[in-house]
Structures are given as structure tokens and as C-alpha cells.
């Protein structure tokens, strides 16, 4: 009896992905949740497991192929002592054959990783007269992915294949100083779906300030006590995810979507962080940020941090967000307006912090003041929400002692 091995799930507006690697080949025996592929998708790069124990027969999606959810990859004979199928065991008998020219081994990647380039980075390092040890993996075990030419590409470690029917140069002496790079999966998705919130949502954005002289003093006073008790630093994620739920528990409305002529109003948190990454910005998410304390919040964001730079994050990590927190401020920014994440009606954006003169009780004093920017969606959050939800923000972060005791 042969079992069916298919694409999986591959999370929110992912649709298809590409073969990156198979860790297995015909006539190998596998056991249940063994790795047998690895996919390469928009977001991550993930892992295909074998659903039972047995020989994988059949072989039906080549390495570098692009195949949609749900698409048939492999067959597997239940029981190890099952053969392969005819036709496979055909190919394979004649790939061994003494007359075959055996392919050269792939180079291990820059960094001493034994696990050969997917075969997408390999063609482009082949066109680009690249060598794989000039480039760094980010894959599983430092596998080096399609991503990681380009980056190589278009930091100038080897020149990009002069691509056909280019768009020609503002003029020919500038024509030599112009480098074309093709644009990564991940970056061409961001660039999709930021687009499509512009053209889909009323999009407008809110502003006001937070002093956030209270946090901090907060953060002073307990920080080597509270990494101490946790085993986490105390940063102002926490803060800010914890005043964000608050709010949303109070407006809704900004943390709801709309689904055709319906509203989805949400009753739970799940609060996306975004997060910047050599390959570009990613949006893990906190789920049911609500319903966990600082100290869980924190941990949370680190591991999630860790995976993004890592490229380890998972499609459970990236699904099902409902409002999303972007930090600018770690960058510098000192004021912006956040583009919404699709499907979601609000974001929030965070910024530098930076000393300012302010009118207090009658006298001039400095603070440490943050510039905060909510951009929502028009058509379901009404202004009057909008700025509401915002002052609630600025409320609990002034008077952190709120979040404590849930007013």
C-alpha cells in the first residue's frame, strides 16, 4: 500500500513554493516524521516530514520545481521491505550505470556546511560564474538558498548575468555603473501585499507622543532583578505589546477585518512584531498576547527574533495575526507612517525616543519623549476609535502601573 506525500499548508497568502532539497532518494527507507524535502517558499524554508515509516518509491516533483498546496510530491510503500516503483527504480538503475557521467558534488557553502546549494541557487550561481564557498547559507544547516546569491550578487561578491531586454540606462555613461539584481521571493511578496493594502484599505494614520519617562524609570529599577527571576531582558516590547491588547480589548474595531460585507471581529490578540532580516522584513506573531504576563511577552519576542535572523521561523510563527507593532525607533526613525499588514484594520508604530523641552505643570522641563503613529484602516475604524485606542496606549505606557492591574 503506497501513501501520498503531499505539499502542506503553507500559511496566510502563501500558494506555492520551490523544491528546494530532497534529503532522501528513491528506494530509501524512511521513518514516520523523518524529513524528506525541503521547500522554499516566500517566507521560510521549511520541511516536508514522511506521515508513515516504510520505502520512499517514488519521486513526482523534480528539485528547483515550483508546485502549489496540496500538490503530490511522493510516494511512499508502507513497510521497509516494500520496493520502489518500476519507473523509478529503472531511472535510478540506469543513473548508476558505470557509462553515466556523475555530477560533480555541489562546493559546501562559505561558513564549512556540508549540505549541497538548492538547485535554484545553484543555476544562478552557475550563470553568475559563482563559486559556493564565496557565499553564506541562511538555510537549515547552511544550506545556501536562491536568496542568498542574490544578496551575494548584490553586494558586489560576484557579477550579476546581464539580464535580457533590460531597461536601458539613464544614459551610457551611467549605463556602467548600474547593477540589476532580481528581486527575492520574500522581498517581491512584501512588495505585493504592501501595494495591495494601499490600493485595497482607506488607509489614514494618528499621531500623538508618549512620555516614556515612567517606563523607564520602571525599567531601571527592575531590570537585573526581573532578568534574574525570567531569564529575559526587560525591554519595551513588553510594554508596548501590553498596552496594545489592552486597548484593542476596548476598541475592537481595530482589531477586526473585513471579509466581503462582513466584519470579523476578533476575541483574542494575536499580536505580529515586525522584524527586520538580511533577506527583509518578516512579521512572526505573539499569540494570545492578551492572555500572557510581561515576562512571557518578552521571551516570546526574543525566540521569535532569534528565528527571523536565523531563518528558522516556522508557518506557525507567521499565521493568523491581528494588529501589528512596528519599531522604527531601533533604526533611528523619528517619525513615520506604517503601512497596514493586510488583512489586518491597525498598526502601530514605534519611534526614537529623544529628549525634548515640554511644558509641565507651568515650567520647562526635559523628557524622554516617543513619537507613536497608529495607520487604520478608514473603512471599519472611525476616527473618534482611532484616536481613543491611541491615548489608551499612551495612557498605560505613561502610567505603567494600568498594565499591572488591567485598567
Not at 506555492?16 to 524529513?35: C, F, M, N, Y
Not at 519576542?301 to 499565521?319: H, N, V
Not at 525616543?353 to 484602516?377: C, F, K, T
Request: hydrophobic share 40%; proline share 5%; charged share 25%.
Amino acid at each position: 500500500m503506497a501513501t501520498e506525500v503531499r505539499v502542506p499548508t503553507l500559511g496566510e497568502s502563501v500558494s506555492e513554493a520551490t523544491i528546494g532539497t530532497w534529503l532522501k532518494k528513491v528506494g530509501d527507507t524512511v521513518k514516520v516524521d523523518e524529513p524528506l524535502v525541503e521547500l522554499e517558499t516566500d517566507k521560510v524554508s521549511i520541511e516536508v516530514p514522511s506521515p508513515v515509516s516504510g520505502t520512499l518509491s517514488e519521486i513526482l516533483a523534480k528539485d528547483g520545481e515550483t508546485v502549489e498546496v496540496n500538490a503530490l510530491l511522493a510516494q511512499i510503500a508502507e513497510g521497509e521491505g516494500a520496493a520502489p516503483a518500476k519507473s523509478e527504480a529503472k531511472t535510478e538503475a540506469k543513473s548508476e550505470a558505470p557509462a553515466a557521467k556523475a555530477e560533480a558534488p555541489a562546493a559546501p557553502a562559505k561558513g564549512g556546511s556540508d549540505m549541497p546549494a538548492a538547485p535554484s541557487a545553484q543555476k544562478l550561481m552557475a550563470e553568475n560564474k559563482i563559486d559556493a564557498g564565496d557565499v553564506s547559507g541562511s538555510g537549515k544547516r547552511g544550506q545556501v538558498l536562491k536568496g542568498d546569491v542574490l544578496d551575494a550578487i548584490g553586494k558586489g561578491s560576484a557579477p550579476a548575468a546581464a539580464p535580457a531586454a533590460a531597461r536601458p540606462a539613464s544614459s551610457e555613461d551611467d549605463a556602467p555603473r548600474e547593477e540589476r539584481v532580481k528581486m527575492t521571493r520574500l522581498r517581491q511578496t512584501i512588495a505585493r501585499r504592501l501595494k495591495e493594502a494601499q490600493n485595497t484599505a482607506a488607509m489614514l494614520t494618528t499621531y500623538n507622543e508618549v512620555d516614556m519617562s515612567a517606563v523607564m524609570d520602571l525599567r531601571s529599577r527592575y531590570k537585573d532583578l526581573f532578568e534574574k527571576k525570567h531569564g529575559v531582558k526587560l525591554g519595551f516590547m513588553g510594554f508596548f505589546t501590553k498596552a496594545v491588547t489592552h486597548a484593542l480589548k476596548e476598541i475592537p474595531a481595530v482589531n477586526a477585518e473585513i471579509d466581503g460585507t462582513e466584519i470579523i471581529y476578533k476575541n483574542y490578540c494575536h499580536v505580529g512584531v515586525a522584524v527586520g532580516t538580511d533577506k527583509g522584513l518578516v512579521v512572526p506573531v505573539v499569540r494570545d498576547a492578551d492572555q500572557m504576563g510581561i515576562a512571557d511577552i518578552e521571551k516570546e519576542i526574543g525566540r521569535l527574533g532569534r528565528a527571523a535572523r536565523d531563518g528558522e521561523l516556522s508557518m506557525a510563527d507567521m499565521q493568523g495575526g491581528t494588529f501589528t507593532i512596528s519599531n522604527g525607533g531601533v533604526y533611528g526613525s523619528l517619525m513615520s507612517s506604517p503601512i497596514l499588514n493586510s488583512p489586518q484594520s491597525g498598526i502601530l508604530g514605534m519611534h526614537k525616543i529623544q529628549e525634548r523641552p515640554m511644558a509641565v505643570g507651568g515650567q520647562v522641563v526635559i523628557r524622554p519623549m516617543m513619537y507613536l503613529a497608529l495607520s487604520y484602516d478608514h473603512r471599519i475604524v472611525d476616527g473618534k476609535e482611532a484616536v481613543t485606542f491611541l491615548v489608551r496606549v499612551k495612557d498605560s505606557l505613561e502610567d505603567p502601573e494600568r498594565l499591572v492591574l488591567d485598567l
